[in-house]
């Protein structure tokens, strides 16, 4: 009934049609990229207003400062704990701009990915652009929670321009209803993400910022941001410090060694495991082997000193007195041998697995042409959990490094400290215990540098020599 | 099916593995031993696989330390709280990735697993436990262990492998994805809760480097099992210094052993019920890699 229709509300849905027209003759991601730009200019322009007031709010901190960003008012600092006042602002535009020019650079790549392949969907290189831009964010983010004290907003804006130039040309909707119809279905899971992904990035992204410590000089009280720079001193000092080659030189010696006795240990085990027939006998095996994997290492360590002691349940038993755990060469070799009695029967599992998943037709085919118990291992199950086997060595190498704090805080004592120190308890001693966090941070960034290298390296070696790898 | 195996083969690996489990379980039956032996069989170190002189002293004294029996009690209590709140996450944050639709899911993926490979370490760790306030506090023992990527994916890849087809005659029904979460696939992947809530149990449980970094002065946080890493530690001490008479402090030894035996029976007390479930998630975790 179109009298019954104020004038008014017609008028006005004469305007809304208008807009709406306007805005259908662009393609949805166009209409995105202009109302979010718009959205960005209108924040910047709060912002310098805010400057030009002299006092500014921050919404991630919920603070009041001034011009030169000193906090006048408020904040999660109070709680936190931090020190007022933004030192290294240069630092903080000069990372945030490595971040953006990485951010274009991927940009324009996946533009012209996407001009190229015609991607309806975001390309791989818009992921890395996203993920720069997060990253960008997630910075911000914990330099206004973290150590840094307070952090400067108005490079937000800036920041917030690269949401629109993305969904330019990754706004996967080419229509308001499917838009809709997306956030109506999906809503919740983001909702879901929230909490855990808050934790990643907290408590797994969150320390990264302060890596820095390690460029930094040792104002171990002060907050990592506003320490003056060090550069790389701390690396050369670690490697001047004769402490720090031993532990080097001990984490090296112990990898390996655990590495070339340890490593074949679960992958014999789990073979004869398989030749078992018994299947009682064999049940029960497993159940006794995969116990020690469920003690901790206190308990081990103590276990050890028990039974590896001068006077101990070995030493009764043997009728000698070797000092398994008080000598420097004997106390190696007990470390290795009590991992390997943790590990072995758990590290089993995962080759039975595979075992079980190789096609039983092959056994009795090679049966049939007369192979042997030997042959059979050899030939068909031991090329059948290859796979398994490359990708735990993959790991293991990944490992050298060494990712066993517990374990050698554990077992370590004060007669085979020259042995027995690795890298982590030298990070442990100096900054943690002691006080020299710098030298500490550098130290542990080396090692997981390192650690990093070492696992694509093996992983690149073995996609090489024609394995399927880890990644 | 015979497969031209020898029997005098069949014997070997029986003893083999017979030699095997006594490796295993001699060193646990000799602490047990200990823990309930007489002083003066300590004292001569004659105690091996079976008590002698039996007696239950020193599980007596642990029992009436409150040191012992607080820090028990709360590491139950910590190792409940965390096991139910990691589990709460590790299935928030499974669970979206289901959806293949969900925009963005590479990225979080990739967002993810970059924390399993690079660590930042302990230095800023310990710094950002500073200033976020937790150290000496006991949340640092919940909060930033309470999510596990290798549980994440391990979870993700039991639920992948729940039939689409399963999930969208429930959204045909009318359900939500919360709702299909909560009737459909907790239910379905009740297995997998076990094995996952189990590898956080026993993390917690026999954890301490933790506790070792960010509890600096405040004892009364420490969990069970830094308490047994610092006696291990004094008594090594002592060991060194009194050489030959390691066994000499025989109470000491026998309370040593009692705690030891303490920290252990939880664990080995649910196991063997529970073993089929930490096995399924190894192998899980393996075939989803």
């Known amino acids: 009934m179109s009298d019954n229709q104020s004038p008014l509300h ?9 807009i709406e027209e306007i805005f259908s003759t662009f393609p949805m991601r166009v209409n995105v990229t202009i109302v979010g730009t718009v959205l960005v200019l209108v924040f910047s322009l709060l912002e310098w207003v805010n400057m030009g007031l002299g006092v500014r709010f921050n919404l991630f901190t919920l603070q009041i400062l001034n011009i030169e960003n000193r906090v006048v008012a408020g904040g999660l600092e109070e709680y936190f704990g931090g020190v007022a006042g933004f030192r290294n602002f240069k630092l903080f535009m000069a990372i945030l701009l490595i971040i953006f020019v990485i951010a274009m650079v991927l940009l324009v790549l996946s533009v012209i990915k996407y001009q190229s392949k015609r991607f309806r969907s975001l390309s791989y290189w818009g992921f890395g652009a996203i993920i720069f831009v997060a990253i ?3 910075f911000a983010i914990l330099i206004t929670i973290g150590d840094a004290g307070t952090t400067v907003l108005s490079v937000f804006p800036l920041l917030t321009l690269f949401a629109p130039i993305l969904t330019m040309f990754f706004f996967p909707f080419d229509s308001l209803a499917r838009l809709m119809n997306y956030v109506k279905r ?3 899971l983001y909702i879901l993400l929230i909490l855990p992904m808050a934790q990643i990035i907290i408590f797994r992204y969150g320390p990264m910022i302060n890596i820095l410590a390690a460029f930094k000089e040792n104002f171990f009280l002060w907050p990592v941001l506003d320490r003056p720079w060090a550069g790389l001193e701390f690396f050369v000092a670690a490697f001047n410090d004769p402490t720090f080659l031993e532990a080097f030189r001990n984490t090296l010696v112990l990898s390996f060694l655990e590495i070339i006795m340890g490593f074949p240990v679960p992958i014999i085990l789990a073979i004869l495991l398989n030749e078992l027939r018994l299947r009682k006998f064999k049940r029960v095996t497993q159940t006794i082997l995969y116990l020690p ?3 901790s290492w206190a308990i081990v360590a103590g276990i050890a000193t028990t039974v590896l002691g001068n006077v101990g349940l070995l030493n009764n038993f043997l009728g000698t007195r070797i000092p398994f755990l008080t000598d420097p060469t004997h106390w190696i070799f007990s470390y290795i041998i009590i991992g390997i009695w943790k590990g072995m029967g758990w590290g089993t599992i995962i080759y039975l697995a595979a075992i079980t998943g190789i096609n039983p037709e092959l056994y009795e085919a090679a049966a049939v042409d007369g192979a042997k118990r030997f042959r059979l291992i050899w030939h068909i199950t031991l090329p059948g959990i290859r796979a398994v086997i490359v990708l735990l060595l993959i790991l293991n190498i990944g ?10 805080m554990a077992m370590r004592n004060p007669l085979v400290f020259r042995v027995s120190d690795v890298i982590e308890v030298f990070t442990y001693n100096r900054g943690v215990a002691g006080l020299q966090q710098s030298l500490a941070a550098a130290v542990g960034l080396f090692q997981s540098i390192v650690s990093v290298i070492l696992l694509f390296g093996a992983n690149y070696f073995a996609k090489k020599t024609g394995e399927r790898g880890l990644l | 099916m015979n497969l031209n195996k020898s029997k005098t083969g069949d014997v070997i690996i029986v003893i083999v593995f017979i030699l095997l489990i006594c490796i295993c379980l001699f060193p646990m039956m000799n602490v047990f031993a200990r823990s309930m032996s007489a002083p003066r069989y300590l004292i001569r170190s004659e105690v091996s696989l079976f008590p002698r002189g039996f007696n239950m002293d020193a599980f007596e004294i642990v029992w009436s330390d409150s040191k012992y029996t607080w820090s028990l009690a709360w590491t139950a209590i910590l190792t409940f709280i965390c096991t139910i709140i990691s589990l709460v996450l590790t299935i928030l944050c499974a669970f979206p990735f289901v959806y293949k639709g969900l925009l963005g899911r590479k990225t979080l993926n990739v967002f993810m697993i970059f924390t399993m490979y690079f660590g930042a370490g302990m230095i800023p760790t310990f710094l950002l436990m500073r200033s976020l306030g937790l150290i000496d506090n006991p949340l640092v023992l919940i909060l930033p262990a309470s999510l596990s990527i290798f549980n994440v994916i391990l979870m993700r890849s039991f639920f992948y492998g729940i039939p689409d087809s399963i999930r969208e005659s429930s959204e045909i029904d009318g359900a939500g994805p919360f709702k299909t979460l909560m009737l459909i696939y907790l239910p379905l992947s009740k297995p997998v809760l076990a094995t996952i809530s189990l590898f956080y149990a026993v993390n917690r449980w026999n954890g301490y480097a933790d506790a070792l970094l960010f509890l600096r002065t405040e004892r009364r946080w420490d969990p069970i099992q830094l308490l047994l890493f610092r ?30 035996v303490i920290a252990t029976v939880p664990i080995l007390l649910v196991y063997p019920f529970l073993q089929k479930y930490f096995v399924a998630g190894v192998t899980l975790g393996s075939i989803k890699e």
């Open chain 1, 10 to 18: 017609q008028s006005n849905k004469n305007r809304f049609g208008k």
């Open chain 1, 293 to 295: 994997h469920f003690l």
């Open chain 1, 399 to 408: 490992g050298i490094m060494g990712n066993s704090f517990e374990r050698i």
């Open chain 2, 231 to 260: 006696v291990q530690q004094n008594l090594t001490a002592i060991d060194v210094t009194q050489f030959e008479t390691a066994a000499g402090n025989a109470p000491t030894e026998a309370i040593r052993m009692a705690t030891i």
């Open chain 1, 136 to 138: 960008a964010f997630i």
């Open chain 1, 186 to 188: 999906y809503w919740v």
